[in-house]
């Protein structure tokens, strides 16, 4: 039976075109034998990319891109608002693309961390991980975490003077919410003596997690929220622990085996959900279970939005999630 377009998100021209491409480009480059077509991707998307611009600031922020590791290809771009006044949180960011797509020097993400840079304001750390499937689980969350190791450790060197490293939010979309949470987990497990960064907030925007069990609203919005269906999940699943029971802590965060976080301090988490994203039964899991197991949790949604809809400008809802960022950021720095 034919959905009726009541039953569809209405959206501008402009970001159905947008949208029509990304899911394109993305079925044109997943192989059939799991692989990903590295080579045609790069070409389509080759406009898409944008380079930093540490000199000369634009809408008011410079960026530049600081190498962490590279013999794996570990760096991240650093956005500064120029004309903030007093201490700067930092945003440690992780992009959305299912653990296998995208990258920090994408327009759509350089775009999007110059908007928190400015608006919070705060400096903006958005990570360029290893990407699935040449470099499976757990390769990406190594990466975020020794992002994090790495900001210790070089922070006169590579920070302005004004950034807070004990206001440190872990932020992220789709699969980079999932890397989000996770990194947060481990900062807060670590055994070594923490240093001068604190994690004092998760913001994960329409996190990417799974399971075993198929949930409702997969079955009823496939098809529907444009960027997610049940073919692309299970590829990036696949590329991402291609061995691995969906129900493992990493995909099913709440699920059979989760980690009991009860009695360990993980900050406070901002979750962003949407209407038309065939994923938010996971992720309205996870605000549950972050509740039920007596963590701070807040939840934000957007019912008549879809999954990655924050990325694209011309959407009066994504202005109102970077006022929720922002207000989240500014509660939890006035209460540390």
Known sequence: MAKSAAHHPQLPLKTRISLFFLSAVTDATMRPDGTVNRRLFSTLTYLLRVPPSPSKPRHGVTTSDVPVDPSRGLWFRLF???DSSGSLPVIVFFHGGGFVYLSPDFKAYDD???RFAKAVPAAIVSVNYRLAPEHPYPAQY???YDVLRFLEAERRRILPD?????RCFLAGDSAGG???HHVALRAAQRAEPPGE???VGVIAIQPFFGGEQVRKSEIELEGVG?????ARTQFMWNALMPRADRDHEVINVSGPNAVDISSIRFPATMVVVAGFDSLKDWQMSYYNWLVESG???YLVNYPNMFHAFYIFPELPESTLLISEVKNFIYKLSNST
Do not use: Y
Not at 162 to 166: G, N, Q, Y
Not at 226 to 230: A, D, L, T
């Open 80 to 82: 500064v608002p120029r």
């Open 112 to 114: 999007v961390c110059r």
């Open 142 to 144: 190594d990466d975020g």
């Open 162 to 166: 004004t950034v807070d490293l004990s």
């Open 178 to 180: 999932n890397l989000a």
């Open 197 to 199: 960064l604190r994690v």
């Open 226 to 230: 444009f960027v997610v269906n049940s």
């Open 295 to 297: 963590k701070e949790a």
